[in-house]
């Protein structure tokens, strides 16, 4: 997990999977949430003031207080005195790490007598550095163009607490006795410092170097280099100079990295330094003293056999720092907090309850819901109201069962009815998904034998769809955990879909998914690369009078402008959005009679673009995908239209329709199958009763958020 402090973040390599937003408190929770929902056993925080938001990097807290793995914080920085907000950051991430690390003995020390850190869940790691072999650094000058020079490198980003103008100022009386001396400055001014004074701290190291004419004996090297090319320019200095002007410094990893090479080094006594350089594996000088700096250098110049004792004893301290031998003390301790189990417990979502019911919607009746699921799932097809067992079940169907199912929990309808169902359709998806082919099966016959070898592109986006409603807006555990899981390993093949409908279901999941866990840079990016190809089919098909990506409306066609209403508002794309608006008001126009009831697009035919268009048989998935979508419209808009198209769709299941029959069952909580051309379809499937039942509870949730839209209660 990366932390972005600007707008848009960076451009992080594929082992960064969630990006949190330093200022927003929110994103530090979804963090945890996404942690929650992975296959994780331990967290790691690594901890440095001015990374985490809020006071004192206060933002951070909220992570670690919803973490359920254990927590293992590495501390970057003790500091000594801190300020009150910095002292209650410090407690309360020590309070709920099963392990603290920290890289110097003083900062166990400060640990124990200024936070009270217990000393047995103290864990001494030293600062991790590279594997660099022991060699003449003259084998490295020729390739930086100073071979025959005695080399005196700093590295690591530039700031003003660096101290280098105290080198610039000592390089004349060291040039005085040895001429071939050129200092190197590595590293690119730090970004914090770029923001607020640009280059001024670099530009006035170079009026120094000007001033004291030694132009000729500095180099500035003013980028960020990569390990290779770093541990070359460590290899190719005689000396490394750490000038810094703060005591206060708990660890420095530039200082680890020139030590653990076999460097002889002269530092400011700041703590790291102190500790590291003791005992003749360094040469300490005071702060902000320029003569002093000279004069050891020179020193250690003049007399190469304690240099080189010196280069020999932290080359040898330096084998106990190597990433191989950190690594295993960090395998040691979260192997310890695990076993500990001292993982902070994740508070309960706040569940959802139906506080009033609205008059003018039907009473939610499972009954046909529950006639028609058994303990594989919910069967596809019925005889009227008898389940049909010849033709078993289908990842459709229990896919859009499981999404009613987490839907009717957010409402807080029939918690011990639903909850039972909810179980048994995730279990479903579970098992319709082949891990080896990354591909969901679709038909299971009723003896429980696939009928396929995966089901079609648009089954596996519909089950996408229902996982990351799962994730998103279940309030139980299990439940988002699994569907987490399943979700991350049947992503990727959405990628490679050419069906406009299996992007536009793809996206539908991706938004409920992001609900809860925005952060995921693997979905995001999804998001936009599945938002960038359906927007590319609508700008290749549209015209003047057809905005629509096809050159024929068929089936579900509303999905395909909600997708992109929701992709375009959660990414911040305007235009997106209302392009999806615009489609969706053109959709409802086209599917209105001259009467004003909801005429869906008919199955016999659909509607060819100069062609004609067939009005029957209607299919209950159409009014429900216009319920969903224009209700979305609505809670993006907050334009009162949508909502009255979105009852005007439901009003169709209760008969405003061309025939004016009903086709929900108040009886049973079933309904027909479909409205042909001179009656209703007898038989109650899945399908049917589902996308009744889900365009139920959708209105039912928009009329229980009257107090964030009050022309509702009107």
């Not at 300490?284 to 240099?307: C, H, K, Q, T, W």
């Not at 929990?409 to 179980?423: F, I, K, N, V």
């Not at 991350?488 to 050419?498: I, K, S, V, Y």
């Not at 001179?678 to 589902?690: H, I, M, W, Y």
Request: charged share 20%; hydrophobic share 40%; proline share 5%.
């Amino acid at each position: 997990m990366a932390v972005n402090d600007l707008p848009g973040g960076y451009a992080y390599p594929d082992a960064v999977r969630f990006e949190i937003e330093e200022q927003d408190v929110t994103s530090y929770q979804q963090a945890a949430d996404f942690i929650n929902l992975s296959n994780v056993d331990i967290a790691c925080i690594q901890h440095e003031f001015g990374i985490f938001g809020g006071p004192a990097g206060g933002h951070v807290l909220a992570l670690a207080r919803e973490l359920n793995p254990p927590l293992v914080t590495t501390f970057h920085t003790v500091l000594r005195e801190p300020s009150p907000d910095q002292r209650r950051v410090m407690l309360e991430l020590i309070a709920r790490s099963a392990r603290v690390v920290v890289m110097t003995q003083r900062a166990r020390q400060m640990m124990q007598e200024v936070y009270q850190a217990p000393e047995h869940k103290i864990d001494f790691i030293p600062h991790g550095i590279p594997d660099i072999p022991f060699v003449d650094p003259n084998f490295y000058k020729d390739q930086f163009g100073v071979e025959g020079r005695t080399v005196l490198l700093t590295f690591g980003l530039l700031s003003p607490n660096k101290g280098i103008e105290n080198v610039l100022q000592a390089l004349p009386a060291i040039l005085a006795e040895f001429a071939d001396v050129v200092y190197i400055i590595l590293g690119a001014t730090h970004p914090n410092e770029l923001r607020e004074h640009g280059e001024a701290y670099r530009l006035s190291l170079e009026i120094l170097a000007k001033k004291n004419k030694i132009e000729k004996s500095v180099i500035f090297y003013n980028r960020f280099v990569e390990l290779e090319e770093l541990k070359e320019f460590i290899g190719a200095a005689d000396l490394y100079i750490t000038p810094y002007l703060n005591e206060a410094q708990i660890t420095s990893g530039t200082l680890a990295y020139a030590f653990g090479a076999g460097k002889a080094v002269v530092s400011t006594p700041y703590w790291h330094a102190a500790e590291l350089l003791a005992e003749e594996r360094g040469v300490l000088v005071p702060f902000n003293d320029s003569a002093a700096i000279a004069g050891e250098v020179r020193g250690l110049l003049r007399d190469p056999s304690r240099r080189h004792a010196m280069r020999k004893n932290a080359y040898l301290l330096g084998r106990e720092m190597i990433w191989a031998q950190a690594g295993r003390l960090y395998l040691r301790a979260f192997e310890s907090a695990r076993l500990q189990g001292a993982g902070v417990s994740r508070k309960s979502f706040a569940t959802k309850t139906l506080d009033r019911q609205p008059p003018d919607l039907p009473r939610i009746k499972l009954d046909h819901l529950m006639r028609m699921t058994d303990g594989a799932g919910i069967l596809q097809h019925a005889i009227f109201t008898v389940p049909n067992f010849s033709e078993g079940y289908c990842t459709d169907d229990n896919a859009r069962a499981f999404i009613l199912a987490v839907l009717l929990d957010e409402l807080g309808e029939e918690p011990m009815r639903w909850r039972g169902l909810a179980t048994t359709y995730a279990a479903f998806l579970h098992h319709a998904f082949d891990a080896q082919a990354k591909r969901f099966h679709n038909f299971l016959g009723f003896d429980r034998r696939w009928r396929d070898e995966h089901g079609s592109e648009d089954c596996h986006a519909r089950a996408l769809w229902a996982l990351g409603t799962g994730v998103g807006r279940s309030t139980h555990r299990s439940f988002q955990i699994m569907s987490g899981q399943l979700f991350a390993q049947a992503l990727p093949a959405a990628l490679e879909f050419t069906s406009p409908r299996a992007w536009a279901y793809s996206l539908l999941g991706i938004h409920a998914y992001l609900r809860r866990l925005s952060g995921d840079s693997a979905v995001n990016q999804a998001r936009d690369n599945l938002t960038t190809k359906l927007l590319k089919l609508f700008n290749q098909a549209e015209q003047p009078d057809w905005p629509w990506c096809e050159d024929g409306l068929a089936y579900d066609n509303a999905k395909l402008a909600h997708a992109l209403i929701l992709s375009g508002q959660s990414s911040g794309d305007s235009a997106v959005r209302d392009r999806g608006l615009r489609v969706l008001r053109w959709l409802a126009e086209v599917q209105t009679s001259e009467n004003g009831h909801l005429r869906p697009i008919g199955s016999n035919g659909f509607y060819r673009r100069e062609g004609p268009r067939a009005n029957f048989d209607q299919q209950p998935i159409e009014a429900q995908a216009m319920v969903s979508a224009c209700l979305d419209a609505y809670r993006v808009t907050a334009d009162i239209y949508w909502y009255k198209l979105a009852q005007l769709a439901f009003d169709w299941f209760l008969g405003w329709n061309d025939l004016g029959l009903e086709l929900y069952s108040p009886s049973t909580g079933g309904c027909r199958d479909a409205l042909h051309v001179d009656r209703v379809n007898g038989n109650q499937g899945a399908e049917s009763t589902l996308a009744f039942l889900l365009s139920l509870v959708e209105m039912r949730l928009m009329q229980n958020t009257v107090t964030a839209f009050p022309e509702l209660a009107a």
